[in-house]
Structures are given as structure tokens and as C-alpha cells.
């Protein structure tokens, strides 16, 4: 190999190291952390967070990618050194923007203001967050100023998340995708209403996580490299393609909530699982897009984890488990029940027709707060209103409305919710491509066989991490770009059906 390509990879290894330092402590603090460790907490990950840019940063890097630079361009495009240099260049340039005191101040933030909205959410305050809230907006102006010139300030957290994405182009995919899901909301809201209180008996936590540990082996979560833990609100995150971890919490009176939430993280953990293990230690080691990545969980949870086939194999399991609260009901009951759709409160238990509502308002909320046009004292008023208008619904709380997500309060404001709407659509588009390719894929899910279903995405999407961008990815795979039409085809084939439209 090249001197200096080895060079590059040791100098990109010890960055990713301290990267994935920064995220075992993060692990920790949203899993195991006794409160007092909050304090100290914050601020050896701001020191991590600053010492990882400062490396990935260092000017040696820049001078090696300009050395490098013919050899990239001797190099087909989808050569593996190709990408790695084209990638490492890419957030080379995008990071080098950044001052590190800034980041260092940003973790500092981002953790200080987790722990005060764990506490504050559990209390219902909004006030005791609040402070901390205008700080966030703040630090996310300064962070999107650092990238000036913009068309709209969102552009450049939106691109940090979803590459090549930006607000208008956003805007303009979910004013489409609004006009075609409104009216399947109002058709299904127009039927008789299916019956999930089969889902709120009493669930006993024991069973619930002795089955969701059962289905996310059976799917192809390998915990040879992984763990399920507890938190407030679940996540994937990952030290080594060998350490990949997930999370979920537990409601014994509500059986979605850890069922969903479990396969929704195994299926992020699986994308990461399946990332070529060369790749590890540089920018192509991890999934491409948040949008690439929602559409994998979305798939896994959705697509796959409330469709028919999946309940013919793992229902009977299930009610062997809850012998008492299932037994009662049949499996065409439980499969309405988990497919439900209403305009509910809460955007994680929400079902896949009305789900994009919730993700629209929080997407034109970061927005507007970044434009200055909405205040963050005002945010709570300005959620009712827009629940009461979007979702025919009043959100009680702030607990349970403007607290309810963690992303603002663990994280910056901007790009935080557009992928999940971008995965909703992308898993539908990489589903239907999928059956194209392995049309026994439903019928081997009934068998629970997962592995033709997951061998074809492992070997389609997984593999390559961040080798393609979002788009070219789409382009692969699919053979055409990012498309709503497979995924109105798949919501109006399914609850067409289930609600008889
Ligand atoms: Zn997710």
C-alpha cells in the first residue's frame, strides 16, 4: 500500500477511536450513569468530542488527501479506495469549518441538557428544559453560520444528516407526499376502527423482553456483537462492526412500545452489523444517510415486523408466552390491532399512515425556530395548535408533546427528523425492489426464515456503509431515484385490505 494512504488510515483509525470513545460514554450515560455522574459526565465528552476533531482536523490530513488526489483519479469511481478518499475528503472539508472549542462546547451542551430533559420530562416541566432549549437553537445557528453561504439556514445540518439533501427540497417531497397520505387518513378514519385494546392488557415486563430478545435474534440481530439495555428513549449505537448495541423501554400496559421499538433498533443494527469490517476505523464505516438508516429500522419494524406473514410465525410464540392476555385472540384480531391507524399523541407509537404527520411538524418547528419565526418559549403553545390542527388531537402535556422526542434535547435543532419520513419512503421503494429480485421473501418470513430477506439488503445496501451516497445508493439499487410511489402502492395495497377501502 501506499505510505501515505497507511498514513491517511492510521490518522482516520485514532479519530474513529475517539469517536466511538465518545459514544460508549454517551451508551452509558443513557443506559447505566447514576445522576451524579451527570456533570463529569459532559465534560469528558466535550474533552473526547474536541481531541476526535482536533485529530480529524489536523492539516496533515488535508495535505495527504491533496497528495493522494491522483491516485484517487487513476481509480474506477466505485473503488474502494476511491470512495474512501472521495468520503474523507467530503467531511475533511466539512469539518475543517468547525473550530474544535466549538464542538467541545456543543457536547458539553448536548449532554448537560439530556439529563435536565430526562428529569424535566418525567416531571412534565418545560420551563426547567426551556433554557437550555434556547441555548440548543442558538449553538445550531452557530453551527449552520460556520457553513455560510446558504439558501436556508437548516441546508447545512440537513446535508450533515441526509447528504445532498436541503430544506426546499424537503418541503417540496412532503407537500407531495401530504396531498396523497391526507386522504387515506380520512378514507381509513371513515371505517369501522380496528380494536387494539388486546395491546393494553397487562404485560408483564419479564415476557415482553424474553420475546423481543427471542425476535431480534430470529430476524438476524447477532448478539455475538451486540446487547439489548433499557433507556428513556431508544436507540442504536455502535463501538466496532463487533459492538453494535440497542435499546428500548418497557411498557407493561402497552405491548407495542418495547415489541417495536426492539425490531425498529435491531433493523439500524443490522445495517451496521452488515458494513464490510475493512471499512472499520474510517468514514465508510457506518451507514450512508439518516434516511438510508430509518429506512432499514422502518423496514424491519414496519414493512416486515406488523405484516401478516410475520405474525403467522411468531404469534403463537407470543401467546404461549401470554397464555392469560392472548389466548383469547386471534391472530387476524392481534395483526389489525398492531396495524391500527389513528391520529394519535405520540410520533414512536405512531402508525405507519399518520406517522409522517408527526415527523412534518417537526421538521417546519426546526425550521421556523432557525428562522427566528418561532420562539422556543412559544413551542409548547405552538405544538398544541398544530396537534390540535394536523392530528385532530390535543396533546395533554408538554411531557407527552414538546418533550416528548429527545432529538432537540440530546442533539442539535435542524435535520433531526426529515430521515425517518426519507426511510418510510426509501424502505417501501427497497422493499418492493427487493421482492422483485426474491419474490419467496413473504413466504419465508411466514416460515421464519428472515435470511433471504435480509441476505438480499446485506448484500445490496449494508455492505457498503458510506461507499455511495444516499441517491447513488437509490440509483443502484433501485434503478431510479428516491420515489413516493412504491411506498403510496405499499400503504393503499395493505390498509386498503385491512380496513376494506
Ligand atoms: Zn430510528
Not at 491533496?66 to 467530503?90: G, M
Not at 459492538?243 to 411498557?251: E, L
Not at 389466548?327 to 406517522?355: C, M, P, Q, W
Amino acid at each position: 500500500m501506499d505510505p501515505k494512504l497507511q498514513d491517511l488510515k492510521t490518522r482516520l483509525l485514532e479519530a474513529s477511536d475517539l469517536d466511538a470513545v465518545n459514544r460508549v460514554l454517551s451508551w452509558d450515560m443513557e443506559t447505566y450513569m447514576p445522576p451524579g455522574g451527570g456533570a463529569a459526565r459532559a465534560r469528558q465528552s466535550a474533552t473526547v468530542a474536541q481531541i476526535a476533531h482536533e485529530k480529524f482536523t489536523d492539516p496533515a490530513i488535508g495535505k495527504l488527501l491533496d497528495d493522494l488526489r491522483p491516485y484517487e483519479e487513476s481509480l474506477p469511481y466505485d473503488a474502494d479506495d476511491a470512495a474512501l478518499l472521495r468520503v474523507t475528503r467530503r467531511e475533511y472539508e466539512r469539518a475543517v469549518k468547525v473550530p474544535p472549542a466549538f464542538m467541545a462546547q456543543l457536547y458539553s451542551h448536548m449532554n448537560s441538557t439530556y439529563q435536565i430533559w430526562a428529569e424535566a420530562r418525567a416531571a412534565n416541566d418545560f420551563a426547567r428544559v426551556r433554557p437550555y432549549l434556547e441555548k440548543t437553537l442558538d449553538l445550531s445557528r452557530q453551527f449552520a453560520e460556520y457553513y455560510a453561504p446558504y439558501d436556508h439556514i437548516a441546508d447545512p445540518l440537513i446535508d450533515m444528516a441526509d447528504y445532498g439533501m436541503k430544506a426546499a427540497t424537503i418541503r417540496t417531497l412532503f407537500a407531495a407526499l401530504r396531498g396523497r397520505l391526507v386522504p387515506i387518513v380520512e378514507a381509513i378514519t371513515d371505517r369501522p376502527q380496528a380494536d387494539d385494546a388486546c395491546l393494553r392488557r397487562h404485560f408483564p415486563e419479564a415476557g415482553q423482553w424474553a420475546f423481543g430478545l427471542d425476535v431480534a435474534r430470529q430476524i438476524g440481530y447477532d448478539f455475538e456483537r451486540g446487547r439489548l439495555d433499557k433507556t428513556h428513549h431508544p436507540f442504536t449505537t455502535w463501538f466496532s462492526v463487533g459492538d453494535v448495541r440497542i435499546t428500548t423501554r418497557v411498557d407493561e400496559h402497552y405491548l407495542g412500545d418495547a415489541l417495536f421499538s426492539t425490531i425498529h433498533e435491531a433493523g439500524h443494527a443490522m445495517y451496521e452489523q452488515g458494513i464490510r469490517p475493512d471499512y472499520e476505523g474510517t468514514p465508510l464505516g457506518h451507514g450512508t444517510s439518516a434516511g438510508v438508516h430509518e429506512s432499514q429500522s422502518r423496514l424491519w419494524e414496519n414493512v416486515v415486523g406488523r405484516s401478516l406473514p410475520f405474525w403467522q410465525h411468531f404469534y403463537p410464540k407470543l401467546q404461549a408466552i401470554f397464555p392469560e392476555q392472548l389466548g383469547d385472540v386471534s391472530l387476524e384480531t392481534f395483526h389489525r390491532a398492531v396495524n391500527k391507524v389513528e391520529r394519535s399523541l405520540i410520533r414512536t407509537d405512531a402508525d405507519e399512515v399518520t406517522y409522517n404527520l408527526h415527523v412534518m411538524v417537526r421538521f417546519d418547528f426546526e425550521l421556523q425556530m432557525l428562522e427566528g419565526k418561532l420562539a422556543v418559549a412559544d413551542l409548547p403553545e405552538a405544538w398544541r395548535e398544530r396537534y390540535r390542527a394536523d392530528l385532530g388531537i390535543l396533546p395533554p402535556d408538554d411531557k407527552d408533546g414538546c418533550m416528548q422526542d429527545v432529538h432537540w434535547y440530546g442533539g442539535i435543532i435542524g435535520g433531526a427528523f426529515q430521515g425517518y419520513t426519507l426511510g418510510n419512503i426509501l424502505g417501501a421503494q427497497f422493499y418492493e425492489t427487493a421482492v422483485k429480485a426474491r419474490p419467496a421473501i413473504a413466504a419465508e418470513i411466514a416460515q421464519g426464515r428472515f435470511g433471504v430477506l435480509l441476505g438480499w439488503l446485506q448484500e445490496n445496501i449494508y455492505q457498503h456503509g458510506s461507499k455511495f451516497t444516499a441517491p447513488e445508493l437509490v440509483e443502484r439499487v433501485t434503478g431510479g431515484p428516491l420515489s413516493i410511489e412504491p411506498y403510496l402502492r405499499y400503504l393503499q395495497g395493505k390498509y386498503g385490505e385491512l380496513y376494506e377501502l
